[in-house]
């Protein structure tokens, strides 16, 4: 599919949707095949200002757009379709951004047989590395993930998983990148409790990680080998390893990604 086949509405043009209507246009889509809602007219104009999309109201909206990006909070998603539901066609592709709604919740406010696909990104989509999963719903066949995918490719990765992998999706990648964030953070602070400037430790830290990040998606390795060729007996790399088996980082981990995986269950169960 050429960019600007079909145009795209981004409904709710917060955070995740401003990522994706960027991601869009540095990917070639013409401006005049995006649309922008937002519900604050100094957002509108913010949105306008910056990337020359035309932004209208919702039913201007979904009766202009051939795609429908759906990127608002949960919480407001049911007031959102209330208003736009019943004026959905069937054949209009609804794409939903929303962490934690399933595509029934959507199935439900749409006339029958309307397609939805579930997508949950991630935030490096602002520099052209995100991490993108996609679901079809009950309606939604393979033409309309093709579309998906093509619509989230120039934001990175993406992969095809069953909708009930979504919420682990949502653990894993979704809120992954503040995992890392808080890693850093903390190894950048035991830098300078170890006696090195601020920026130093940044530096040191920060380049660590796109290097290893990159190791891990190059080498095809499994993480356990290349962890084995930096802890040599007896060294530096092995002793802070147990400390951190010690302080239960990885049961940390994995009750971390447990909570996050529940809180998208629960989110879902509060709008159904």
């Keep these: 599919m050429a960019p600007g086949a079909h145009t795209v509405a981004v409904i709710g043009t917060g955070k995740i949707g401003e990522l994706m209507l960027s991601g869009l246009l540095r990917a070639g889509w013409p401006v005049d095949r995006l649309l922008a809602t937002t519900r604050r007219q100094s957002r509108a104009e913010e949105i306008a200002t910056r990337y020359g999309v035309r932004v209208v109201e919702n039913l201007a909206a979904v009766a202009e757009?051939?795609?429908?990006?759906?990127?608002?909070?949960?919480?407001?998603?049911?007031?959102?379709?209330?208003?736009?539901?019943?004026?959905?066609?069937?054949?209009?592709?609804?794409?939903?951004?929303?962490?934690?709604l399933p595509t029934n919740f959507f199935a439900r406010r749409l006339p029958e047989g309307t397609p939805v696909v579930r997508v949950?990104?991630?935030?490096?989509?602002?520099?052209?590395?995100?991490?993108?999963?996609?679901?079809a719903g009950v309606h939604a066949t393979a033409t309309h993930l093709a579309l998906a995918e093509e619509m989230f490719r120039p934001l990175g990765a993406t992969?095809?998983?069953?909708?009930?992998?979504?919420?682990?999706?949502?653990?894993?990648?979704?809120?992954?990148?503040?995992?890392?964030?808080?890693?850093?953070e903390a190894m950048v602070d035991a830098g300078i409790l170890l006696g090195l400037?601020?920026?130093?430790?940044?530096?040191?830290?920060?380049?660590?990680?796109?290097g290893s990040a990159v190791m891990l998606r190059d080498s095809g390795e499994h993480p356990v080998k290349l962890r084995e060729a930096v802890t040599s007996p007896a060294g530096t790399t092995i002793s802070a390893i147990r400390e951190l088996e010690n302080h239960g980082v990885r049961a940390a981990l994995l009750a971390a990604l447990e909570a996050a995986r529940d809180r998208a269950r629960e989110i879902a169960a509060q709008n159904d």
């Design 120 to 135: 949950m990104t991630n935030t490096p989509a602002l520099v052209d590395e995100a991490m993108t999963a996609i679901s």
């Design 197 to 210: 400037p601020r920026q130093v430790a940044h530096e040191l830290i920060v380049q660590t990680a796109i």
């Design 159 to 184: 992969i095809r998983v069953p909708e009930s992998q979504q919420d682990a999706v949502t653990a894993l990648s979704g809120s992954g990148p503040a995992y890392f964030y808080l890693l850093v």
């Design 65 to 100: 757009a051939d795609v429908l990006a759906v990127s608002v909070k949960p919480q407001d998603a049911d007031a959102l379709f209330d208003e736009i539901g019943p004026k959905v066609p069937a054949d209009k592709l609804v794409v939903s951004l929303c962490a934690g």
